[in-house]
């Protein structure tokens, strides 16, 4: 599709009026209106102004791009105006605007439009071209001058894509980058086109992944990431960063990709930029080896995760925070309140297994698989398929898009744009809801009220055994896949409204909080056998560990892995197993210390955790080696390399 039949002559404003930024935006708006374009002229204005109060969309240069992608729009189209004195637009470069491109898409826009005005985006980097589109007397002409550009444009990307491969070979200067805006639909790929564009001048080769609003092109491979001499992330909202871990990464907005890209592209290859660590210290890889797929299938479980948890944390503490009240009774209206925010049928805890599976399935698939992952998992909440049922919609809603997208990969290009719209929402919820409702969900249906069932009849010694083991993990890799698996068990078995749910919990997270207060009490007690550097951290352990964030100790495991995780992990499973011999319910799923008052047995909880971390702490300052004996062993060390 060519830009000119969305930025339809009989609608542009060649002598524009206004002279302030909300008369340009109005002025625009009713050109929009006039022509038939949207349907509710005030929503619409409303989120042009919403998108201009994230960052200004005046990118300078005299050019001014306002653009929103919403349900009042009935046709994607590219309303042009020009204004000859210039607007004071509040544009980034503090300079007046010129040349205005209204962009409305609609809220289920296909992705060729999305296309069309990604390309639009990236011919106005052309300093050169918005001279001749300032000079332009007609409609006409404007016109003309974009579909000839066009033109051109594609002409080149052809012969560039060509060359691409032997310039990254021979060229040592290689740098990666990463483009996203809020409504991905101009600032995203303006940045790639000034980033590409001057790093060619430079003498640079450079991959860029653009993160638009019809998902992410060109994603970075980990072979590229691994050759760069460093990333650029010029981005308005989160992309996916634990790939960039121990890389040197430059995060910028991505306004600073447009104005900036050669300072942006010189910090990077004279190693100007941080070193990014990953919270979660995930790893990124495309390779087929054994150790890649679980890689894989573990980034995609965290990514269901992550957007899980604040349902789990909001709606589980007001949940228990409502437990307070009820003993007020029922017809207690902040009980009711708190009840139906946080655990009813409309409540937090209604949506946890339908926001796993959604983002399991987003992370697999894509964006197209939001929805069938999202049905799917609310799907295995109302048959009681339970957690591992959303686990499997999850997955299976993701893969079963990628099939659908290898089954239409051969579809003509006029037909692309039925993809998004049509076919992966019908066939992609269509096959997952048929996996779900005639083999998934009756199996882990099976497997999860058997589950529970057995949990809700475990003896004491059996419940003494399993908090010891569920305690332990959390200590093993301190916030990594193991410690995840345990946390979520525990979830699930809260959630799933088991009578013993709360004690669960208890076991996960008085094991989850011994580890840093461990490290903690042994920096305190144990100063010879720390340095200064790690004496400060430890400090900081007793917050993160009466907290419940294990990950305060990896720095300490990592260094010491051996001492430290086997010590945190008899502290942590001594933990667990005392709450289960003691029967301690802790009706939260985080907060730690903070949410202990909810507990049946306040004080035995604090009394197993202060126990673990005892353990767990004199055992690393006992067997831990002095400081002076580290050195030296350090020392040695070094000398023998020579």
Not at 5 to 33: F, G, H, N, P, Y
Not at 607 to 614: D, H
Request: hydrophobic residues 45%; proline residues 3%.
């Amino acid at each position: 599709m060519k830009i000119t039949d969305l930025m339809i002559q009989r609608a542009m404003v060649m002598d524009m009026q206004a002279t302030t930024k909300e008369e340009a935006i109005d002025e625009l708006v009713a050109s929009m209106e006039k022509n038939g374009r949207i349907n509710d002229t005030k929503f619409f204005k409303e989120m042009i102004l919403k998108r201009e109060a994230e960052s200004s969309t005046g990118i300078g240069s005299g050019i001014a791009m306002p653009h929103a992608k919403t349900k009042a729009v009935n046709e994607a189209t590219v309303v042009f105006g020009r204004s000859k004195k210039g607007i004071d637009y509040k544009a980034l470069d503090g300079k007046p605007s010129y040349l205005f491109f209204m962009i409305a898409a609609p809220s289920g826009a296909a992705d060729v439009h999305l296309q069309t005005l990604a390309a639009l985006s990236r011919l106005l980097i052309d300093e050169e071209f918005v001279a001749k589109v300032k000079k332009a007397e007609t409609p006409a002409e404007i016109a003309q001058l974009f579909d000839d550009k066009q033109a051109e444009k594609e002409e080149n990307e052809k012969k560039e894509s060509s060359r691409t491969t032997a310039r990254v070979t021979d060229n040592e200067k290689f740098v990666v980058a990463v483009t996203a805006c809020p409504t991905g639909i101009a600032h995203t790929y303006m940045a790639e086109d000034a980033l590409k564009k001057k790093a060619e001048e430079m003498g640079v080769s450079i991959r860029v992944e653009t993160n638009g609003a019809d998902g992410a092109k060109h994603v970075l491979t980990h072979d590229e990431i691994t050759r760069a001499a460093g990333v650029i992330v010029a981005a308005d909202k989160t992309v996916e960063m634990a790939r960039f871990d121990n890389k040197k990464v430059l995060q910028t907005p991505v306004s600073d990709g447009i104005r900036k890209p050669e300072e942006l592209i010189s910090k990077v290859v004279n190693g100007q930029a941080p070193v990014y660590h990953a919270e979660s210290g995930a790893s990124f890889t495309d390779t087929d080896s054994a150790n890649s797929v679980w890689n894989r299938i573990y980034k995609d479980l965290m990514n269901g995760i992550s957007h899980m948890l604040p349902f789990v944390v909001g709606g589980g503490i007001l949940l228990a925070i409502s437990f307070m009240f009820e003993h007020l009774g029922k017809d207690n209206t902040v009980y009711q309140m708190l009840s139906a925010v946080a655990g009813g049928q409309t409540g937090a805890f209604h949506f946890l297994i339908a926001i796993l599976a959604g983002y399991i399935a987003v992370s697999v698939g894509d964006r197209p698989a939001l929805m069938p992952g999202v049905v799917g998992g609310f799907m295995a909440y109302s048959s009681n398929a339970g957690f591992l049922g959303g686990l499997a919609a999850g997955f299976s809603a993701g893969w079963v898009i990628i099939f659908l997208k290898k089954i239409f990969t051969g579809l003509p290009k006029t037909l692309n744009g039925l993809k998004a719209i049509l076919i992966f929402p019908v066939f992609g919820l269509l096959i997952t809801g048929g996996l779900m409702y005639y083999i998934l969900d009756p199996i882990f249906t099976w497997i999860n009220t058997g589950m529970i069932g057995a949990l809700s009849h475990l003896g004491t010694g059996n419940a003494i055994l399993l908090g010891l083991v569920l305690g332990g993990m959390q200590a093993v890799d301190m916030g990594g896949p193991i410690n995840k698996a345990a946390y979520t068990f525990a979830i699930g078995v809260f959630a799933s409204g088991a009578s013993n749910g709360g004690l669960m919990m208890a076991a996960v997270m008085a094991g989850g909080m011994v580890s840093p207060l461990a490290i903690a009490l042994a920096t305190t007690f144990f100063k010879a056998k720390f340095n200064e550097e790690e004496r400060k951290a430890g400090i900081t352990n007793y917050v993160l560990g009466l907290s419940f964030i294990t990950e305060g100790a990896i720095p300490f495991a990592a260094s010491d892995p051996l001492r430290i995780i086997a010590s945190s992990i008899v502290g942590s499973a001594t933990a667990g197993a005392l709450t289960q011999l003691w029967k301690v319910n802790i009706p939260a799923p985080h907060g730690g210390i903070f949410v202990v008052a909810l507990s049946n047995q306040p004080f035995l909880f604090i009394a197993a955790i202060l126990i673990g971390a005892i353990i767990s702490g004199l055992m690393i300052g006992f067997w831990k080696n002095p400081l002076e004996k580290r050195t030296k062993q350090a020392s040695q060390s070094a000398n023998s390399l020579y």
